[in-house]
């Protein structure tokens, strides 16, 4: 079982930045992929960025391209999104999600277990 706890989020002005942590414990973090997803209020949760197991394969959503970046530190067990240039459509609950996966290089579409949430809301 793999505990996942985000950090970093709130309040800031559009234009600004923020780094969201996600740390894991109880499980092998390097045997997992690595998902940002995010929940606006009234819309469907979309994924936001992802690292593969390697680190190797990144993904982002089209709208978060140039601005977002995902890293991760397997030393530390954590998962890193690097948010700059903010919008208020960024402004959503951000989640992180493992996925436990053999291939090191390939990028999950299902997800076997999720933080609890961090908000970030982004004034204009």
């Known amino acids: 079982q793999v505990q996942l706890v985000e950090s970093g989020g709130g309040l800031q002005q559009a234009g600004g930045s923020l780094r969201l942590s996600c740390t894991g414990s109880?499980?092998?973090?390097?045997?997992?992929?690595l998902t940002w997803l995010r929940q606006a209020p009234g819309k469907e949760r979309e994924v936001v960025a992802v690292?593969?197991?390697?680190?190797?394969?990144?993904r982002y959503v089209d709208s978060v391209k140039g601005r977002f970046t995902i890293s991760r530190d397997n030393a530390k067990n954590t998962v890193y999104l690097q948010m700059n240039s903010l919008k208020p459509g960024d402004t959503a609950v951000y989640y992180c999600?493992?996925?436990?996966?053999?291939?090191?290089?390939?990028?999950?579409?299902?997800?076997?277990?999720w933080g609890q949430g961090i908000q970030v809301t982004v004034s204009s």
């Open positions: 999600a493992a996925t436990f996966t053999a291939l090191p290089d390939s990028v999950p579409a299902k997800y076997d277990y």
């Open positions: 109880g499980g092998s973090f390097s045997s997992y992929a």
């Open positions: 690292i593969s197991r390697s680190g190797r394969t990144t």
